[in-house]
């Protein structure tokens, strides 16, 4: 598992091409190459996959990052 990138890591787990994500939304490559490169994915994505696979360990990754994003925001803030 590519633990550097989750949206690497979640084609790895799921076994699947980043051209065979897209085609689950009806999204082209290159809009799939667009989230690697920015290591993200839209949050209706997210949705639908944790709701369809919510076993995958990919989570937790997304999870600890979205946590850190937080931590870092708040910080900011103060």
């Known amino acids: 598992m590519d633990e ?6 979640l084609c790895a ?3 699947v091409t980043q051209k065979q994500l897209g085609e689950m939304f009806d999204i082209s490559q ?7 490169q920015k290591n993200s994915f ?3 994505v997210d949705i ?11 989570w ?14 708040q910080g900011i803030n103060k």
């Open 4 to 9: 550097k990138n989750i949206v690497k890591s």
């Open 60 to 73: 937790s990754l997304i999870d600890a990052r979205h946590s850190t994003e937080s931590s870092n925001q």
């Open 48 to 58: 639908f996959l944790r709701t369809k696979y919510p076993e995958l360990k990919t």
């Open 30 to 36: 290159p809009s799939v190459a667009l989230w690697v």
């Open 13 to 15: 787990e799921l076994g």
């Open 42 to 44: 839209p949050r209706m």
